[in-house]
């Protein structure tokens, strides 16, 4: 496949010879890129290891999952994500997939939340949290993404995640805002969604979380917003902290309405 | 205009209270959300003036943005032999324009800085890959020369782009301590040497 992008880049160079015309030809060699490598997703497998983990007894209960209420029920996977993140009663707290997750983690094998919070991604439990969220996303391909802004303790997240959003700091003076409030722009060749609108808040919410294909690696919304943070500069977000929850408010109530197409492929 | 003016006073007071209790949320949430991790230290997440003006450009005011761009003025430190480009080395320039590394909680504290221009600018035009989140600067000297007028405004530009718009998305690189004089010096270089391939 790389080799497909050099020959196209290279035949690009040839025909071209014009700085413009080549930049839209490698930007089309990519968008061809993209488009094959969502036909062989590897994100597959994380789901599948994520099916298996949530019906698997473990953790000091010697539990499963498959009492954990995502908002729809104990149990009820299916659509789940959609409506994620929610309000639940049970934490009196707004909760995306993942925090959610570990309170289920918690509560129902007792495999505690610090051991995640302080965890490494793609080690150990937080690891495991990514598999469980490539099983859970997948359960809601296709359906229309319904965030409860009605709900006030959403509504005050969703405009929590908005200042955040905007929040300039560090040596850079960065926030999200920098890279995405904009249409058309990109970094280097990457595109750049502009999540202060409601079709690039459905593009990138829709398709997180993804397989990055450049790195070999399935990436949780939380593991994607880390590092956002990191090249903005800042501290450390904490996992599943508020911020990275207001944050997910923000831009799941701006795509709503949208369809859930994760796990995606990604560059 | 003047009856905005006229309004602005009371609208301000009412956005000011609203926007100081949501500010406090948003101050609390910060607080318990992030931590330190390496040179990323939680100072980073407090707020300077510019930064805080521009969290909320809507209400940003033209006479504040002046102000403060006039006070980013004064912290540019100009070359002290009037040496912005002559000795700095387009070829340095290039690799320090084409490294975003830096100062992330991931990088090793104390190693030299990129300038991540590429991020954002084209600059060689030979070079496919760069953003377009600032304005394209292939050919930089070529078009626009090399006047003293010219060359002081790249430095300072360079150096603290604050103090030529206070909202600017580019990174106050001399004054934020990113890049280095001599740094500025090379990324210079590459900007206005006849022989730098950005001018070619």
């Known amino acids: 496949?790389?080799?497909?992008?050099?020959?196209?880049a290279l035949t690009a160079a040839i025909a071209g010879g014009v700085t413009g015309a080549l930049a839209d030809d490698t930007a089309a060699a990519l968008e061809q890129y993209r488009q094959m490598i969502q036909d062989s997703n590897p994100a597959e497998l994380n789901e599948m290891a994520g099916e298996e983990l949530w019906v698997t007894p473990r953790g000091p209960k010697n539990a499963t999952l498959e009492q954990c209420d995502l908002g729809l029920g104990p149990g009820v996977v299916e659509g789940a994500y959609a409506q994620m993140p929610r309000y639940f009663e049970d934490t009196g707290r707004v909760q995306d997939l993942e925090s959610r997750l570990m309170t289920c983690m918690e509560t129902l094998q007792g495999i505690p939340s610090e051991e995640i919070i302080n965890g490494k991604f793609r080690q150990g439990e937080r690891g495991k949290v990514a598999d469980l969220v490539a099983y859970v996303v997948g359960q809601s391909r296709g359906a229309k993404i319904q965030v409860d802004l009605d709900h006030p303790k959403v509504k005050e997240m969703f405009e929590l995640g908005k200042q955040a959003f905007w929040y300039r700091s560090g040596p850079m003076d960065f926030a999200c805002?920098?890279?995405?409030?904009?249409?058309?722009?990109?970094?280097?060749?990457q595109d750049l969604p502009n999540l202060t609108k409601h079709?690039?808040?459905?593009?990138?919410?829709?398709?997180?979380p993804a397989y990055r294909v450049s790195n070999s690696q399935f990436w949780t919304m939380?593991?994607?917003?880390?590092?956002?943070?990191?090249?903005?500069?800042?501290?450390?977000?904490?996992?599943?902290?508020?911020?990275?929850?207001?944050?997910?408010?923000?831009?799941?109530?701006?795509?709503?309405?949208?369809?859930?197409n994760a796990p995606a492929a990604k560059r | 205009m003047k009856k905005m003016l006229m309004i602005a006073p009371l609208a301000l007071c009412a956005g000011v209270a609203f926007a100081d209790?949501?500010?406090d949320k948003l101050q609390k949430m910060i607080q318990s959300s992030f931590k330190a991790n390496g040179q990323a230290t939680m100072d980073r997440m407090v707020q300077?003036?510019?930064q805080k003006a521009c969290s909320n450009p809507d209400t940003l005011t033209e006479a504040r943005a002046r102000e403060l761009e006039a006070a980013e003025m004064k912290t540019i430190k100009w070359p002290s032999d009037g040496n912005y480009w002559e000795g700095g080395d387009w070829k340095e320039g290039y690799k320090i324009a084409f490294s975003g590394r830096?100062?992330?909680?991931?990088?090793k504290p104390g190693s030299a800085n990129g300038g991540g221009c590429y991020n954002c600018h084209g600059l060689d035009p030979a070079e496919m890959s760069y953003g377009t989140i600032g304005p394209n600067l292939q050919g930089y000297a070529k078009i626009r020369g090399r006047s003293?007028?010219?060359?002081?405004?790249?430095?300072?530009?360079?150096?603290?782009?604050?103090?030529?718009?206070?909202?600017?998305?580019?990174?106050?690189?001399?004054?934020?301590?990113?890049?280095?004089?001599?740094?500025?010096?090379?990324?210079?270089?590459?900007?206005?040497?006849?022989?730098?391939?950005?001018?070619?």
């Open chain 1, 1 to 8: 496949m790389k080799k497909g992008i050099a020959t196209a």
């Open chain 1, 177 to 189: 805002a920098t890279c995405h409030a904009t249409d058309g722009e990109r970094i280097r060749m």
């Open chain 1, 199 to 208: 079709e690039g808040a459905a593009a990138a919410w829709g398709s997180w």
């Open chain 1, 222 to 260: 939380q593991h994607r917003l880390n590092d956002c943070y990191r090249q903005q500069r800042t501290a450390e977000p904490i996992y599943g902290s508020d911020i990275t929850i207001a944050l997910s408010v923000y831009m799941a109530g701006m795509a709503n309405g949208g369809t859930m």
């Open chain 2, 21 to 23: 209790a949501d500010g």
């Open chain 2, 48 to 50: 300077d003036e510019v």
């Open chain 2, 102 to 107: 830096g100062l992330t909680w991931t990088d």
């Open chain 2, 148 to 200: 003293e007028e010219i060359v002081k405004y790249t430095w300072g530009k360079i150096y603290n782009a604050k103090a030529y718009n206070a909202c600017s998305d580019m990174p106050r690189n001399g004054y934020g301590g990113i890049l280095t004089e001599e740094q500025i010096r090379h990324v210079m270089a590459y900007l206005f040497d006849p022989e730098s391939p950005v001018n070619k």
